[in-house]
C-alpha cells in the first residue's frame, strides 16, 4: 500500500515540478498584462508620451546584447586558447567561486573599484591625477550603461564556462581538436570550425537565458546602470513603487514593452546565429588555417579575465575593508585605522536581515532539492525520459524576464493576502531555485552506474532500500553542491524579494540594493560580506563533507 | 541444494530480429555456458533472466527457478545471483559494509552479522578485510569479494556474466577455479554467459549459442573462429 501511494507521487513529482514553474510565469504574465490594457491601453499611452522611453529602450537593448555577445566570445576564446592546457585548470577553480558571488554584491564591489571616489581613483590620486577630492565625473552610472556592462560580463562569463565546460565532453571535442591540429589548423581555427557548432547547440539555452537576464537585471541597473534615464527594467520597478494607480498602469506597459523586447531581441540573436552558421560553413570550405589567431586571441582571452576576475576580487575585497575601516578619508589608499564598531553597532539589524535570508533561502533550496531529486528517481523508476520540451520549460524561469511576470505575481499575491509573508517569498524563490538545482544535480545523478542497482536488487533490495542506502549516500556530494547553488541563487534574488515581500521581508539583498544609493559604505559592506559569506560556506560544506564521509573512499572521492 | 532453473521457450526479439531462444535445464550444481561473440544477445538474456531486459525488447516464454515462475517477478524477488564483468562493489561501503548489504536481515544482531562477514572473508583468504576500501583491492581480491557478496545473499541460482574477461591471463584461470568451486559447493545451478572458449571448456557443462545451438563437442574450433571475427 505504502508502495503504491509513493510510486504514485512520484509518477506525479514531474508535473508538480514543472507546473511550479509554468504556472506562475503564465499567471504573472497574465496579472501584468491585464492592467496594462485596461482604459483602452492607458498605460501603454501614457508610456508612449515619456520623454525617456527611447533611451531607456536603447539602453536595455545595448547593455543586454552587448553584454552577451561579449561574455559569448570570451567564453569561446578561453575555450579555444586554454582547453587542455594546464593555465585552464587554474582558470576553471576560479569559476565557482565568481559564480556564487550574488549580482548585487558583485555590482557593489565594482561601484566601489570605478567610482570618483572609489579604490581605483584613490590609488593615482593625487600622485597622478591632483585629484584632492573626489572628481566630478560619471563613471559609475556612466549614460552609454558601459559600467552595467561590464559588471555583466563579469557575472554571466563564468555562467558561461560553466556550461560550456559541461557540454564540452559530448562534443566529442578530444577527438575533434586533435584532427583539425594534425590537419594543420591553428587552435583557435580548429575550436570554431569543428567543435564550437556541437557545442553551442547545447549551450543555446543557457546563452538565451543570459540575453533576458542582462535585458531586463534590476539590481545591477539599479547600483551600476545609467540614471535619467535608467534602464527599462528600472524604471518599471521605479513606476511600481509610486503610489498612484496610473504609474502602476505605466509600470505594467512597460512590463509587456520590456518582455516584447526579450522575444525581439531573441528573434535577432537567432538570426544572427544563422548567419554565423553561414559564415562558419564558409570558412572552414576555404580551409585557411589561421594559425595567426592563436597568440593574440589567447593573450586576449587572458587580459579579460583577469581584468574581469580582477576587478571582481578587488572590488569586493574593497567592501570587505570597508565594513572594518575606521577614518577613511579620500585620496588615501587604506583606511587609518581598522575597527569592528560597525560591526558590532549594526549587529541586531544585520543578524534579523540574516536570519530572514537563510529562512527564505533553506526553504526554498530544500523543496527544490526534493522535487528534483523525486523528478531524477520518477525517471529511474518509471523509465522516463525527460524530451526536448520538458528542459525547454525547465529554462522558462530564466528566459522570461523576471520584470515581466513578477508584477502581475505581486497583484495576485497582494490580492489572495499571501504577499509579505516568508512562504510566499520562499515559493517565489523556488521558481528561480529549482532550474538551477536540477541543471546540477542532474547530469551526476544520471550518471550513476545502473549497474549497482541491478546487483543491488540480485540481492534482494527493494527499490526504496537502493535508493536510501545506495544511490542517495553515494549522491551525497553532487546533493549538497546543488543545494549551495540553490542557495546562491536563493540569496541573490532581488525582485522577487521585493515585490512579493511587499517590504516586509528583507534579505541580505534587498538591504543591501536600497543602502546602495545612500553611500553609507560601511553597512554596505557588511551587507556585502555577509551575501559572500552564505554561498561560500554552502560550498564549503559541500566540499568538506564528502571529503570527510570518504576520506577511506578512494573511487568515492572527485564526484561533486 | 536447489532446485533446477529451467528455461522454457525463451524467446526474446528486438523488431524482427531474435536474438535469444532457449529451451533448456540447469540441474543444481550444474554449469550452462552461453558462448558467441558480443552483441549476440547474450546481455539481453541476462536482462532478460534478472528482469532488466530494457523496453523495446518483446520477450516470449517462461523462467522457472524451483519450480517457481519468476518471469514476471521483480529482480529482488527472483532469486538470482548476479556477477558483472567488474566486481561493481559499492564504492560508498567498506568490504565488509558490502558483505553486510547482500547478508539477509533475518540474521539479527550486530555480532552475528559480523561474524558471518568475517568467516565469509577468512574462507576467500580475506581475512581481516572487512573494514578496507573497495578501491585499494587487487583485481583479484575485489573478485573474490564480489562473489561472496553474492552467495552471502543466498540466491538460488548463479549467472555470470563474463566475469573473468577484465583479469590478467593468469589471475584468470585462479579465479575461474574459485568461482565455479564455490558456485558447486553452494549446490546452484549456474549460467555462464562468455565469448571466451577457456571459460565453456573449464565450466564442464553444455555449451550452447544464444539461439540454442549446440556448441559442443566441435564447440573449440567453431567458437574460436567466431571470436576472431567479432573481434
Redesign the interface.
Known sequence: MTTAVTTDLLRLAPVLTLGLMVVPVAAGLAGTLAPALKNGGAGFAALADWPGLARAVALSLGTGLGSTLLSLLLTIAILAAFAGRPVFDRLRRLIAPLLSVPHAAAALGLAFLIAPSGWIARLISPELTGWQSPPDLLILNDPLGLSLTLGLVAKELPFLLLMALVALPQTGADQRLPVAATLGYGRIAGFVLTTLPALYAQLRLPVYAVLAYAMTTVDMAMILGPTLPPTLSVQVVLWMSEASLASRDIAAAAACLQFALVIAALALWRGAEALAARALTATAFHGRRLTGLDRPTATLALTATAVTAGSLGAGLAGLALWSVAGQWQFPDALPASLTMRHWVDSLPVLADTLSQTLIVGLAATLAALVLTIACLRAESTH?LRPGPRALALLYLPLLVPQIAFLPGLQVLAARTGMQGTLATVALAHLVFVLPYVFLSLCGPWRAW?G??A??????????SRIFW??RL??MAGPVLTAGAVGLAVSVGQYLPTLLIGGGRVETLTTEAVALSSGGNRRLIGAHAMLQLAIPALAFGIALAVPAM??R?????RGIA | MTGPLDLQSLCIDLGPRRLVDLTLTIRAGEIVTIMGPSGAGKSTLLGALTGTLPAGFALSGRVRLDGTDITDLPTRSRGLGLLFQDAVLFPHLSVGGNLGFALPARIRGRAERQARIDAALASAGLAGFAPRDPATLSGGQRARAALLRTLLAEPRALLLDEPFARLDADLRAQIRRFTFDRARQAGLPVLLVTHDPEDAEAAGGPVLSPLGENLRPAAKGAARHRDRAAD
Open positions: 523509465h552506474d549497474r549497482i541491478t546487483a543491488a536488487a540480485t540481492m534482494g533490495a527493494s527499490e542506502h545506495l549516500p553515494m564521509l570518504w577511506n573512499r578512494r573511487q568515492m
